[in-house]
């Protein structure tokens, strides 16, 4: 079998966007690449071609840019790509590369698969649904199964979201010396101003991420005034890593509705910062929003409290914070379900699974006159 995963956007500081959409496809294709002939084909300054471990990595330049969007680009050298390879799997349904991809697939007798994290731009499925153009659906979450309209599809099915496991792991030599930590993009409706407001003056608190909303960073800074607050705006693995080891919990806030009465429909579709914490052993708290409550257990792993309530909030965090034994035997709880249900190679099983189910099925190629509803961009 020889698979190609289709990304319009590479994982790299300088070629492409470090979001969570093209993390995902990158770390995907690198661990399936050690059981199967693995290339990922992406867009970029450089057209080059080369190998990081086992997989191959395909980088197309020069391309069109349809509706001047770099989230977006489209060129013909996908042809060859896709002529080579026995499944493909592209990431990100609503763009014009995964139309044509999947057509071109469909024509030729490959397989075709789909994973949507998101986004989007102009393309044939603004005006027909191409869903059934795909030989199935590969959901990050139940959440997102269901918000983008798969939920009674039988081609549809969840594989989850991954965490290197390996690489995102406790150290029992680091000390638990930090407190309260968020890591993910300051925008409303992550709700970092709720937790601020919700934090007692004795309890620390690390917040990782770039400044995308100067107005927003600016409220944050005023919430944090007499607390025991440290903001970080650029971070490295390595220091990332240690952070969240040290850190006593994890905590991502989001909101369908922010402070400033904007709404989304998706603020999460999985919440990679809370799967990276747990995997360090570190409880997690979230809000019960979106796909977050399908990788944080309740009283197990964490706690689940409603949307900008603050009094809830408080009450986790002093818990985790002040209260040792349960902290540590909810981040060991939390660690344990990271490797057996999101580590990497575990998402792989699945996906190849789904490969070789639908490999003997055949959908008919027919577009719906009526376009399939195309959320809003979620936040990885």
């Given at each position: 079998?020889?698979?190609?995963?289709?990304?319009?956007?590479?994982?790299?500081?300088?070629?492409?966007?470090?979001?969570?959409?093209?993390?995902?496809?990158w770390?995907?294709?690198?661990?399936?690449?050690?059981?199967?002939?693995?290339?990922?084909?992406?867009?970029?300054?450089?057209?080059?071609?080369?190998?990081?471990?086992?997989?191959?990595?395909?980088?197309?330049?020069?391309?069109?840019?349809?509706?001047?969007?770099?989230?977006?680009?489209?060129s013909?050298?996908?042809?060859?790509?896709?002529?080579?390879?026995?499944?493909?799997h592209?990431?990100?349904?609503?763009?014009?590369?995964?139309?044509?991809?999947?057509?071109?697939?469909?024509?030729?007798?490959?397989?075709v698969?789909?994973?949507?994290?998101?986004?989007?731009?102009?393309?044939?499925?603004?005006?027909?649904?191409?869903?059934?153009?795909?030989?199935?659906?590969?959901?990050?979450?139940?959440?997102s199964?269901?918000?983008?309209?798969?939920?009674?599809?039988?081609?549809?099915?969840?594989?989850?979201?991954?965490?290197?496991?390996?690489k995102?792991?406790?150290?029992?030599?680091?000390?638990?010396?930090?407190?309260?930590?968020?890591?993910?993009?300051?925008?409303?409706?992550?709700?970092?101003?709720?937790?601020?407001?919700?934090?007692?003056?004795?309890?620390?608190?690390?917040?990782?991420?770039?400044?995308?909303?100067?107005?927003?960073?600016?409220?944050?800074?005023?919430?944090?005034?007499?607390?025991?607050?440290?903001?970080?705006?650029?971070?490295?693995?390595?220091?990332l890593?240690?952070?969240?080891?040290?850190?006593?919990?994890?905590v991502?806030p989001?909101?369908?509705?922010?402070?400033?009465?904007?709404?989304?429909?998706?603020?999460?579709?999985?919440?990679?910062s809370?799967?990276?914490?747990?995997?360090?052993?570190?409880?997690?708290?979230?809000?019960?929003?979106?796909?977050?409550?399908?990788?944080?257990?309740?009283?197990?792993?964490?706690?689940?409290?409603?949307?900008?309530?603050?009094?809830?909030?408080?009450?986790?965090?002093?818990?985790?914070?002040?209260?040792?034994?349960?902290?540590?035997?909810?981040?060991?709880?939390?660690?344990?379900?990271?490797?057996e249900?999101?580590?990497?190679?575990?998402?792989?099983?699945?996906?190849?699974?789904?490969?070789?189910?639908?490999?003997?099925?055949?959908?008919?190629?027919?577009?719906?006159?009526?376009?399939?509803?195309?959320?809003?961009?979620?936040?990885?």
């Amino acid at each position: 079998m020889r698979v190609l995963h289709v990304v319009p956007t590479l994982f790299d500081e300088k070629e492409g966007i470090l979001g969570g959409a093209e993390r995902y496809a990158w770390e995907l294709a690198r661990t399936m690449a050690a059981r199967v002939d693995t290339t990922l084909l992406s867009f970029g300054l450089r057209d080059r071609e080369e190998h990081v471990g086992p997989l191959r990595v395909r980088v197309l330049a020069n391309s069109w840019k349809v509706r001047g969007s770099q989230f977006n680009p489209f060129s013909l050298g996908v042809v060859p790509e896709l002529l080579r390879a026995d499944v493909v799997h592209c990431h990100q349904q609503h763009v014009l590369v995964s139309s044509v991809s999947a057509l071109l697939c469909r024509l030729t007798g490959r397989k075709v698969f789909s994973t949507d994290l998101g986004g989007g731009g102009w393309d044939i499925s603004s005006y027909v649904s191409t869903d059934r153009w795909y030989h199935g659906h590969l959901h990050i979450s139940e959440f997102s199964k269901r918000i983008f309209g798969h939920a009674n599809l039988a081609r549809a099915r969840v594989i989850f979201s991954g965490v290197d496991t390996d690489k995102f792991s406790p150290l029992p030599a680091v000390a638990r010396t930090g407190g309260v930590l968020f890591v993910g993009r300051l925008l409303p409706h992550k709700g970092v101003d709720r937790v601020l407001e919700a934090l007692p003056p004795d309890l620390p608190m690390d917040i990782v991420g770039r400044p995308y909303a100067p107005v927003y960073v600016k409220l944050l800074h005023q919430l944090a005034s007499g607390k025991q607050v440290t903001f970080h705006h650029d971070f490295d693995d390595a220091r990332l890593l240690d952070i969240y080891r040290r850190a006593r919990c994890i905590v991502l806030p989001s909101l369908y509705k922010d402070r400033y009465g904007n709404e989304t429909n998706i603020p999460e579709l999985m919440g990679q910062s809370l799967l990276e914490g747990m995997s360090c052993g570190v409880p997690a708290i979230c809000t019960d929003v979106a796909a977050m409550p399908e990788s944080v257990v309740n009283g197990v792993t964490g706690f689940v409290v409603p949307p900008g309530d603050v009094d809830a909030m408080r009450r986790a965090l002093v818990e985790l914070c002040r209260n040792d034994a349960r902290a540590t035997a909810m981040g060991a709880a939390g660690r344990k379900r990271m490797v057996e249900h999101f580590g990497w190679p575990a998402v792989v099983q699945r996906c190849l699974e789904a490969y070789e189910e639908k490999a003997t099925t055949t959908v008919p190629l027919q577009a719906q006159s009526r376009p399939e509803a195309k959320p809003g961009t979620p936040s990885a």
